[in-house]
């Protein structure tokens, strides 16, 4: 009779607690996504709404085919000539013997500090008839190239040496060594880093505005600007996230199916470095004039322009007001999207299954959508159902936490799958309820990822630019808000400490990532 009742009797109660905390975790996670998917799901209402003749008659006019082409031409000249400067880049630094490369690799990641509208500003001032579309590409490239360096470069160190040395024992030179066998195990760096550019090339507005290059990003803002037309925007915006999803399309079949790891741990060795001799002089060309376009001419004009305003463009009331606002937002934005992330992160690793990748692909689609795109979705939800909430700290806050909720979800999923789940199991058994056996194993070990992942957040709470200037409440200025209303008037004294203070800001967390890539290869 015991035997019967041991197999029927229902799970532990621990067992059963933790069941339902899994499901309590889950159902969090759950509406966290379904959040996410706001804006797509109000430009898809927004649509529906405005009826499919007044559609078609916004989408299919000569504007908006202007407008594609520019964003075609681009995505298509911008993303190529980066690979190659990346490439190029990353194997002088991490496969040659090139003297100094461990600063050029450092100062082929610095660019990252720099917002793309101060390269912008930079190079407008240097050269104040740059405009156009080759303006464009020249700009882009140099501000958002290292999102392909980095990948490409931490590839390289972990590729197996052994593997390059088969291919030459077969009797390949050196060029189709890395033709055949170096360059398609890039593969999957080369299109993750060309799809983040692709996408920040179809976000930008300010890199854009200052050499009076037209996208449609740049055509949305002004929209809503000038006459605050709803459906006009709404379908800009429609066409620009039918360009994300194209190009999320085109990075999966670039990537294939092909397997890039081997059976073992390869050769325990390091590959060794490939002697330039002669061409070590010339190959030092390209890292040199490398840094001095993307890190020496906005330093230089920063420079020069507050040597020419002198004292009185510190105005430090304006800056320190600046300067906390931006601080604030950062800070709050980060939390709560790192709060937000939280639940999703927890369950990617320890609930896996079809239902978490439904859920965490709608987190990342809404990463692959430009700000302007989420910020002009919550303006129109809050003008027409929330209008107490327009323009007020908790939209500007929503706002950031939909846009940088990806950021935060990769650095917590990471730092979680490091912690292991018998501490929570552990503490469980010890009478703990599931919740704080969590907080009091997993969270506090994953605290590191946590503050990485806020990090990444405030940086990219720091230099946002057009969200803020659509969703944030009256009387917001941060330092990217000042920045773009001084140089807006062709004041680019006044602009130029704002520029070195966001640049100051960002120098850090660039340096963060740099050293996290050297570990991850094990350097």
């Known amino acids: 009779m015991s035997a019967i009742d041991l197999t029927h009797s229902g799970p532990p109660a621990a067992a059963r607690q933790s069941r339902r905390s899994t499901s309590w975790i889950t159902l969090a996670a759950a509406i966290v996504s379904l959040i996410a998917l706001l804006p797509l799901a109000f430009i898809v209402w927004v649509g529906i709404q405005t009826g499919w003749d007044t559609v078609v008659a916004l989408i299919f006019r000569p504007r908006v085919g202007a407008l594609l082409v520019n964003t075609i031409l681009l995505v298509v000249l911008a993303v190529p000539i980066a690979i190659v400067l990346s490439v190029a880049l990353a194997w002088l630094t991490e496969r040659s013997d090139l003297p100094g490369n461990r600063w050029w690799s450092w100062l082929s990641v610095a660019p990252l500090a720099i917002p793309a509208f101060v390269h912008s500003y930079a190079w407008i001032s240097l050269i104040p008839g740059l405009h156009g579309l080759w303006a464009g590409v020249i700009v882009s490239v140099i501000a958002y190239f290292p999102f392909l360096y980095l990948p490409i470069a931490a590839a390289l160190r972990r590729l197996d040496p052994a593997l390059e040395d088969a291919a030459a024992a077969l009797g390949l030179g050196p060029w189709r060594v890395f033709a055949r066998v170096v360059l398609p195990q890039l593969r999957l760096a080369i299109c993750g880093g060309s799809l983040l550019v692709g996408l920040h090339l179809l976000a930008e507005y300010g890199l854009y505005v200052f050499i ?102 510190w105005r430090w009331d304006e800056i320190s007001l600046a300067l906390g606002q931006t601080l604030v937002l950062a800070v709050a934005g980060a939390l709560l999207a790192t709060v937000a992330a939280m639940p999703m992160a927890w369950i990617s690793i320890r609930a896996p299954g079809r239902l978490q990748r439904l859920l965490e692909s709608c987190n990342y689609i809404v990463g692959s959508l430009p700000g302007v795109v989420v910020a002009l979705a919550l303006v129109t939800i809050t003008v027409r159902i929330a209008l107490p909430l327009y323009q007020t700290l908790f939209t500007i806050l929503f706002g950031y936490a939909l846009m940088f909720l990806p950021r935060a ?47 990444m957040v405030a940086l990219g709470i720091t230099n946002e630019l057009t969200a803020t200037q659509m969703l944030a409440p009256n009387g917001t200025r941060t330092l990217a808000m000042a920045f773009w209303s001084y140089s807006g008037e062709i004041d680019y004294a006044s602009a130029a400490p704002y520029a070195l203070i966001m640049v100051a800001m960002s120098l850090p967390m660039t340096w963060v990532l740099y050293v996290q890539s050297k570990r991850m290869a094990g350097r």
């Open 212 to 313: 009076r290059f037209d996208t449609f990003t740049t055509a949305i803002v002004d929209q809503f600007q000038s006459t605050f037309n709803g459906a006009a925007a709404n379908m800009l915006a429609a066409v620009l996230v039918a360009c994300c999803f194209v190009l999320l399309g085109v990075e999966v079949i670039v990537r294939g199916e092909e397997r890039y790891a081997r059976v073992g741990s390869g050769a325990a060795r390091q590959q060794q470095r490939t002697a330039l001799g002669r061409a070590a002089l010339p190959c030092l060309l390209l890292p040199a004039g490398t840094a001095l376009l993307t890190l020496g001419v906005p330093f230089v004009t920063v420079g020069r322009w507050l040597l020419a305003g002198g004292a009185d463009v």
């Open 409 to 455: 979800l990769v650095s917590l999923r990471a730092s979680i799958a490091q912690a292991p789940v018998e501490l929570e199991r552990a503490a469980s058994s010890l009478g703990r309820p599931p919740l704080r056996a969590l907080w009091s194993t997993t969270i506090r070990l994953s605290a590191p990822g946590a503050a990485a992942g806020m990090a």
